[in-house]
């Protein structure tokens, strides 16, 4: 695609319910990260995959949070018994390459925990 | 690791003021710099960067100056435009080496006609 989508751009779970968040990286590129970035604030870190391996996910919460990319193109990031405190914009970037300086970003997703 | 410390907003300027947005930096060494710009119900989107102390980036008449001396990397334009509403993030990779990037907390821009 032209760039890197998201679905679903909005959701809405009540506590403690399972949630799964999809990326769709601009075609070829080799890096992909997850950040999360919480109302009036920078986006924060979450993971990084280069292809099929997470090669970072330093940045994820807890181990309610869990990412995949399992044939190294499209991520879905997905967390478990949702909080009210994992309410956010999770955003999903891709890169060409590693070598690459630029990411591209989604229009992230809204997760609302009620 | 590294971080990133930008001035907060809300930024509200009348079209053509000059138009600076401060951001200083924490980090080992001299790492990549970098603003983005998140236009209202758009992505992020890198304006510019600059990849090692000096250096200049420049984009859609915004301008940053890596300088070391003072771990600062401002934005700066001089004529600004409604369409420059937007949140600006200053970033930097999160320590040396790393893939992922720490970002600012963001300054809201608002060009007033």
């Known amino acids: 695609g032209a760039g890197v989508s998201q679905s679903p751009r909005y959701k809405v779970a009540k506590r403690g319910q399972d949630v799964a968040l999809r990326c769709d990286p601009i075609?070829?590129?080799?890096?992909l990260f997850w950040y999360q970035q919480a109302l009036g604030q920078g986006p924060e870190f979450l993971t990084y995959f280069q292809n099929e391996a997470q090669l970072d996910k330093s940045g994820l919460p807890s181990d309610r949070f869990f990412a995949e990319r399992p044939e190294g193109s499209v991520s879905t990031l997905k967390i478990q018994r949702t909080q009210q405190e994992d309410s956010a914009v999770y955003l999903c970037?891709?890169?060409?390459?590693?070598?690459?300086?630029?990411?591209?970003f989604g229009q992230g997703t809204r997760l609302t925990v009620v | 690791g590294n971080s990133v410390t930008q001035m907060e907003g809300p930024v509200t300027l009348s079209e053509e003021a000059f138009l600076t947005i401060n951001c200083t930096y924490t980090a080992t060494g001299y790492p990549s710099l970098f603003w983005y710009v998140q236009y209202p119900g758009e992505g992020l989107q890198l304006l510019l960067k600059?990849?090692?102390?000096?250096d200049k980036g420049s984009n859609k008449g915004f301008e940053a100056t890596y300088r070391k001396e003072t771990t600062s990397f401002h934005l700066e334009k001089g004529s600004v435009q409604v369409s420059d509403s937007a949140v600006y993030f200053c970033a930097t990779p999160q320590w040396g080496g790393a893939d992922g990037l720490t970002f600012g907390k963001g300054t809201h821009l608002i060009i007033q006609p």
């Open positions: 600059a990849t090692k102390a000096d």
């Open positions: 075609s070829g590129h080799v890096s």
């Open positions: 970037a891709s890169r060409l390459s590693p070598m690459n300086t630029e990411a591209f």
